[in-house]
């Protein structure tokens, strides 16, 4: 069993930025993706960004939403993954899940992920 646990979440201003983090503990995996969903109040939750790794290889995908203005990023020695979110948004406001999906095809759906973190709010004021 996976465990995910994510921090960093907070209360900012139009403009601000933070940082995700989600550790991941338990069995290991060679190939898999771990990524970023989130949920706003009365909306499904929806694909953020994913990262997914061979080796020296790495692949990323965004929604099209914060393309250019969120990064992720992994360190494989702590089983972390990272989610810089600058130039936040009043519609970026969510509770941001952390997820993996045993795979190593990046998939949008949050069908398609197995394990879930317990998320944390992200509150951006106007």
């Known amino acids: 069993q996976v465990q995910l646990v994510e921090s960093g979440g907070g209360l900012v201003q139009a403009g601000d930025s933070l940082r995700l983090s989600c550790a991941a503990s338990?069995?290991?995996?060679?190939?898999?993706?771990m990524g970023w969903f989130r949920q706003a109040p009365g909306k499904e939750r929806e694909f953020v960004s994913a990262?997914?790794?061979?080796?020296?290889?790495?692949?990323?995908r965004y929604a099209d939403s914060v393309k250019g203005r969120f990064t992720i990023s992994r360190d494989n020695t702590k089983n972390t993954i990272y989610l810089q979110m600058n130039s936040l948004k009043p519609e970026d406001t969510a509770v941001y899940y952390c997820?993996?999906?045993?795979?190593?095809?990046?998939?949008?759906?949050?069908?398609?992920?197995?394990?879930w973190g317990q998320g944390t709010q992200v509150t951006v004021s106007s």
């Open positions: 997820a993996v999906q045993i795979s190593s095809v990046i998939s949008n759906s949050p069908r398609a992920y197995d394990y």
């Open positions: 990262i997914t790794w061979t080796g020296s290889i790495e692949r990323s």
């Open positions: 338990g069995p290991t995996f060679s190939m898999y993706v």
